[in-house]
């Protein structure tokens, strides 16, 4: 047997129904204005957005929206987010889907307070001091990322469509809700059974 460490900060909630503690997790952790962000339109057709909205509305606490998410996460719609979080003046990022959606959170997360260009985060020239929290409702089983230092985002804005990474341990999302059932979808569509 080797020898390992093993850090996991992140908290999870674990089970049927446990979007519904969304509200008293974004408050533990100091949100009281979140920025929801989530990909296509599954989240809307399965209600799950409604559902988020309804609670954290319920809660008292305030927020925006940002779709439009895609596989290989793009630097164009994080631009777009850190716009919005700062006008807005969010103070909590939510992740609603899975990889893609938490690391453009991830990056969005980096740049709220950071000066100069995100994307020189990226080129690893420079280091962000400052992070809006993160927290994530997964929708497809085990993405990694919701308990990852890492993000990797692409960018859109140049020919080449590089990918890069940007890795600091406030990636590390306050907590991962993973509700068995909000994933069963994307389960079946890949059960031979």
Known sequence: MKNFNYYAPTQVAFG??????VAELVKKYGGSKVLIHYGGQSAIRSGLL???EQILT??????VK????KPNPRLSLVRKGI?????ENVDFLLA???GSVIDSCKAISSGRFYQGDVWTLYEHKDHATQYLPIGCILTIPAAGSEMSNGSVITNDEVES???KDYCV???RCKFAIMNQELTSTWLQAFTPY
């Open 96 to 98: 609603v889907g899975g």
């Open 161 to 163: 469509w590089l990918k």
């Open 66 to 69: 940002l779709g439009g998410v």
């Open 83 to 87: 716009e919005l979080c700062k006008e």
């Open 169 to 171: 341990d406030e990636f």
């Open 50 to 52: 409604a559902k988020v």
């Open 16 to 21: 049927r129904n446990t979007e519904s503690q």
């Open 58 to 63: 319920e809660a008292g606490i305030a927020y």
